[in-house]
């Protein structure tokens, strides 16, 4: 069974950093692409970050800059590093993977960037 557990998520201030984790399970992790993505209060999720199994990565243009997707395909883990984090960053973040036919998501960590 797929399955995706995040953590890392937390309260920062405005400028901050923090880095989320993804661990997948039930699955070979080293072939398939990954994404994070947000859901803001009120707002419907979004797309924030993807990368595929060779390492390419790709960012919704609101975070380039600031946030790095990467995967430890040893620890069957995906990484989100944010660095100069905004009050608009605050949301729900999930991971999610597309795994023979199956779409799958985590349940999400809470991300507050407040002072």
């Known amino acids: 069974q797929v399955q995706f557990v995040e953590s890392g998520g937390g309260l920062v201030q405005p400028g901050g950093s923090l880095r989320l984790s993804c661990a997948a399970s039930?699955?070979?992790?080293?072939?398939?692409?990954m994404d994070w993505y947000r859901q803001a209060p009120g707002k419907q999720r979004e797309w924030v970050a993807t990368i595929t199994n060779g390492g390419y990565t790709n960012y919704v243009e609101s975070v380039k800059g600031r946030f790095t997707i990467s995967r430890d395909n040893a620890k069957n883990t995906i990484y989100l590093q944010m660095n100069s984090l905004k009050p608009e960053d605050t949301a729900v973040y999930y991971c999610?993977?597309?795994?023979?036919?199956?779409?799958?998501w985590g349940q999400g960590t809470q991300v507050t960037v407040s002072s």
């Open positions: 039930g699955m070979s992790f080293r072939l398939y692409a």
């Open positions: 999610k993977g597309k795994v023979s036919g199956g779409t799958y």
